[in-house]
Structures are given as C-alpha cells and as structure tokens.
C-alpha cells in the first residue's frame, strides 16, 4: 500500500469548466505520475513529477497541467474540459530510491458531458 | 521509443487449468518489465517485475512470468487457474531514456477464468 487517495472518486463536469483532480500521498514519495484509462488504450501517461515544482510532460498532455508544491499532493487540472477527457485518472508513485515499480490510486472517473 | 504489445484482448480459461497472458516488448538496452493486475472498478496492483536475473519470475497470487530475451517476450503464466483470477492484466515496460522511471502500459488483456 503506497498511501495514496485520490480525490474526488466521481465527477461529472459540464464541457468548458476547469477541473482539478487532487493526488495525495503520506509517505513522502518523490515520484509521483498522472495517467488516464480509456477502453483500447491501456494507460497513458499525461504528466509526472520528481520532486517539488519538478515536472514534465507524459505522452498526452496537450490540456492538461500539473502543480506539486508539496511532497505529499499532486494535482491535475483541465483548464477548460472536453467531451474527450471523460475517463479514468489514476494516480501513481513509486515506493523508495531503490523501486522501479509504481503503485496506484484508486482512481478518479471523470465525465464531462 | 519502447512499447508493449498484448496481442490478446481476452483470453479464457478453465478453472483448474493453467493460464498464460502474453506480452511481446520493444525498447532499447535492458528491458524493465511488470505485470499489473486490475479488478473491476480498482486500481491496478502490481504483481511483479523482471530486472535482470533469472528468466522465471515469482510474483503475488501464485503468478509467475518468463522473460525471454530472444522472442522479447514476458509472458505471464499460472499453473492453476482460479475463478478469483478474472481480471484485466497489464504489461508495462521502463522508459530508459529521459528519467522519471516512467512506464509504458500495453492494452490490456482481460482474463475471464470460468467453472
């Protein structure tokens, strides 16, 4: 167990609103990712970040930003949301210096309609 | 750049016989590679990983995986499978390039283990 939540569980979204899902981890991780789910796709990674105020950009991050201005939360934001961003946003980190594998969040099912 | 394939989008089985998943891999050096599993309406979980070593992998649940380096191959493989099972299974592989330890997923293959 990695320690993160993610917040909110569930979100529906009307197209154009700003949308920011929150990542929250208690074990002081330095890697921390975004990635979304889709049918097809498999996972795909938007954004991640390697420290404070360190990130950069996944394979699919045209729409999106990232903030990490504390260790412990990661944020993801839709500056202004698109029928095409409904999916599954997981969170995830990877567990000490010495791990290459990532553990996940539980997730957050966004729908913009 | 690396990428995984999963040339299967679903695989079944009987309970009690064994299962195996497959995953073909491209990336360039020494290949990372994980197994994650993913229950419905869950997170993925990881189940295990090949580094370097021996080509046989153990991981959770009673799962093993075979890497082999001339077919770029990691297959997933378990010798009694339960009905518990059925899941959506992801291969992913390590990003040698740029940092980040970051993972590059296959498509999934969804495993349905039937009575």
């Known amino acids: 167990d990695a320690g993160i939540t993610q917040s909110p569980r569930h979100k529906v979204t009307e197209t154009g609103t700003p949308v920011t899902l929150r990542c929250h981890q208690t074990?002081?991780?330095?890697?921390m990712y975004w990635y979304r789910q889709d049918p097809g796709h498999g996972l795909r990674l938007i954004h991640y970040?390697?420290?404070?105020?360190?990130?950069d950009k996944g394979e699919v991050s045209d729409g999106y930003s990232v903030s990490r201005s504390k260790t412990e939360d990661f944020l993801l934001t839709l500056e202004s949301a698109t029928s095409s961003q409904t999916s599954v946003y997981f969170c995830?980190?990877?567990?000490?210096?010495?791990?290459?594998?990532?553990?996940f969040g539980p997730g957050t099912r966004l729908t913009v309609t | 750049a690396q990428s995984v394939a999963q040339p299967e989008d679903q695989v079944n089985v009987a309970e009690g016989n064994p299962l195996t998943v497959k995953c073909t891999y491209s990336?360039?050096?020494?290949?990372?590679l994980f197994w994650y599993v993913q229950y419905p309406n869950r997170g993925l979980q990881f189940l295990l990983k090949?580094?370097?070593?021996?080509?046989l992998v153990k991981g959770s649940y009673g799962f093993e995986a075979e890497f082999n380096k001339s077919q770029t191959s990691f297959h997933l493989k378990k010798p009694s499978a339960l009905v518990s099972d059925s899941a959506l299974y992801f291969c992913?592989?390590?990003?040698?390039?740029?940092?980040?330890?970051?993972?590059?997923f296959g498509t999934g293959t969804q495993l349905k283990v039937e009575l």
């Open positions: 995830a980190t990877v567990m000490g210096t010495d791990s290459y594998e990532q553990y």
């Open positions: 090949y580094i370097t070593g021996d080509n």
């Open positions: 992913a592989v390590r990003d040698p390039t740029g940092g980040g330890n970051k993972l590059t």
């Open positions: 970040s390697y420290g404070v105020k360190d990130t």
């Open positions: 990336v360039s050096g020494n290949p990372y």
């Open positions: 074990e002081n991780h330095r890697y």
